[in-house]
């Protein structure tokens, strides 16, 4: 996370999910940590964290019913992709991931009493019997499967209109990464997968998922779906590819390292919107 001088004391401000930047209608910018002071927000929860380099940053939650300042303006942090940069878009999703544990862990899951901050790691502390809740994460295995010169992508009841994109599902306790691909491949659209290989992976603050891609290869079977969970799938070539999840996802990336592998060209994908 370098490659962009970073103020010593950032401030990441969100009403709900949406983050305050200064926007005069042409771009925008993270305010400073001065012009927040100046505004007096009103602030329900504070998360305080280090940064790059040990730069000291605040993750701040105000109140749903507040106006931003003068000159200022509450934006969706998925709108904000591409329009700062991104070491800075990637400190704002730790802040926003840092804020909803903040407030879903204000009291102990084991005994019930109020907690606090930790004075010597990320937790939050039991005042009573002391037991530490550290911040959550879902692991999410996302994977592209590839048959010959075809790709498998599928939608949901839930996407945008046209979007097709890759099968992911959240890993299960006690599984390995590898076998929730396999199981979620098999449980979604009814077909054998094998060559399991580790793409990459990407931190999703919507709210508080790790997204872990892999690319794999028909195996065997007939598709047969899901309906509670896809409402299409199809195996698709680099020419006549269907709408696809927008850059900021890892879905994305996986879609564009096929095109590559098949000589096309990634900056043709279309995408919603």
Not at 79 to 102: D, H, M, T, V
Not at 231 to 251: H, K
């Amino acid at each position: 996370m370098t490659g962009i001088a970073l103020d010593s004391a950032l401030c990441f401000a969100f009403r709900g999910n949406r983050l305050l930047v200064r926007d005069n209608g042409l771009a925008v910018a993270l305010p400073a940590a001065g012009e927040i002071d100046e505004a007096a927000l009103p602030v329900r929860l504070e998360e305080p964290f280090r940064g790059p380099e040990g730069a000291v940053c605040r993750a701040l939650d105000v109140p749903e019913d507040e106006e931003p300042p003068p000159g200022m303006a509450f934006h969706g942090l998925r709108a904000l992709y591409g329009r700062i940069p991104e070491p800075l878009f990637a400190l704002a999703g730790r802040a926003f991931q840092l804020l909803e544990w903040g407030r879903n862990h204000r009291f102990c899951g084991r005994c019930g009493a109020p907690t606090r901050n930790g004075t010597k790691e990320q937790a939050k502390e039991c005042v009573s019997c002391g037991a530490l809740h550290f911040p959550r994460l879902a692991p999410a295995v996302i994977v592209t499967v590839r048959r010959g010169d075809e790709l498998l992508l599928a939608r949901s009841p839930h996407f945008a209109p046209g979007v097709f994109s890759a099968l992911a599902g959240f890993v299960e306790p006690g599984e390995t990464l590898e076998e929730a691909v396999v199981r979620e491949v098999h449980e979604e659209v009814g077909i054998q997968i094998g060559n399991v290989r580790y793409f990459g992976s990407q931190p999703w603050p919507f709210p508080n998922s790790l997204m872990i891609g892999f690319t794999a290869e028909y195996a065997g079977g007939e598709l047969r779906l899901d309906p509670e969970e896809i409402e299409d799938a199809g195996w698709f070539t680099v020419d006549r590819l269907p709408l696809v999840p927008p850059r900021l996802s890892i879905a994305r990336w996986l879609i564009e390292r096929f095109v590559e592998e098949c000589g096309g060209d990634p900056r043709m994908l279309r995408s919603a919107g």
